[in-house]
């Protein structure tokens, strides 16, 4: 089944990450697609990485997979490429290439869209340290998250984009490297006023960032891209509350990670000084400062 053909397509952006691409496919791979389905796979690497993926899967997935190469590096760059592949269909939903989703979880978008056609649909998503590796893996790991209810809903993965959305809007390139391209779109979709509705289903990440050391994440967390979208926002409104709210927010960070220093839990002290360190971004940062200071992590 062709591109055009397709009616509901689940896209896939990825950049040299073979192993994570391959798990990712095997959790698709036994889920239950709708009729007129498809998978896209944008390589966003020219030397072709991620086909090895592709092939390995392709001919015993349970709809087609088409795989495309977008030259241009970059989050917004990639994203759009998705977006101009799939013009024509009912939606197009987007899934990270370090993700993966639980049994139903294709299901649960789709149904979502059904009941609102012209809504945006975001799955919840959780952060976690290690990918399960099966279905027990995946039941304790679901049991040990808990209620849904306690995630927020996903960026760009796990977003359901209805044919309006996709013929009428696009990713600002702006953001290639800096990342922020998801929090930009969701914020113009708002100003539209276009619906949005929370699935009931979500989706499980490794959270990179805390692989980096402390150093490197005070440093994406003081300016990047989602920070930089925030500001612009407000670049022609009064920030001092603002400001004040995030000076506000960034001491109590501050204040949770010296005790958790002194009473010897590290790792969750790490989390709130990072956290500091971003509020103190947006307390600080002048409105009009390039994005490109802060980049988001690729592997």
Not at 99 to 123: D, K
Not at 247 to 254: G, H, R, S
Request: aromatic share 8%; charged share 20%; with cysteine.
């Amino acid at each position: 089944m062709s591109q055009e053909e397709s009616r509901f397509i689940v896209a896939v952006c990825t950049l040299q990450r073979v192993a994570s691409l391959e798990c990712l496919l095997n959790w698709l791979s036994v889920q239950e697609w709708p009729e007129k389905s498809s998978l896209l796979i944008i390589d966003n690497d020219k030397d072709q990485s991620a086909l090895t993926a592709v092939e390995l899967f392709r001919d015993n997935f349970p709809v087609p997979i088409n795989y495309v190469i977008e030259p241009r590096v970059g989050f917004a760059s990639v994203r759009n490429r998705a977006l101009a592949a799939s013009q024509g269909a009912d939606a197009l939903c987007f899934i990270d290439d370090d993700a993966i989703v639980p049994a139903g979880w294709i299901s649960a978008m789709y149904e979502a869209h059904v009941s609102a056609p012209n809504a945006v649909i975001r799955s919840r998503y959780a952060h976690i340290q290690h990918l399960p590796l099966n279905y027990e893996d995946m039941t304790a790991e679901l049991v040990r998250l808990g209620s849904l209810e306690l995630y927020g809903p996903a960026g760009t993965s796990g977003l359901l984009l209805p044919a309006p959305v996709v013929n009428e809007f696009e990713f600002d390139e702006y953001y290639n490297e800096s990342g922020g391209e998801d929090v930009d779109l969701l914020f113009r979709i708002g100003k539209a006023q276009i619906p949005e509705v929370i699935a009931r289903t979500i989706l499980l990440e490794v959270h990179r960032v805390s692989m980096l050391s402390l150093g490197e994440q005070i440093r994406l967390a003081i300016w990047n891209g989602r920070l930089a979208t925030i500001l612009r926002e407000r670049s022609d409104t009064d920030t001092r509350g603002f400001r004040f709210f995030s000076a506000l927010t960034m001491l109590i960070a501050f204040s949770r990670a010296l005790l958790r220093y002194l009473v010897g839990r590290k790792v969750s002290g790490n989390s709130h000084l990072t956290l500091a360190a971003s509020r103190w971004g947006m307390t600080t940062a002048p409105l009009s400062a390039p994005v490109k200071l802060g980049r988001r992590p690729k592997s």
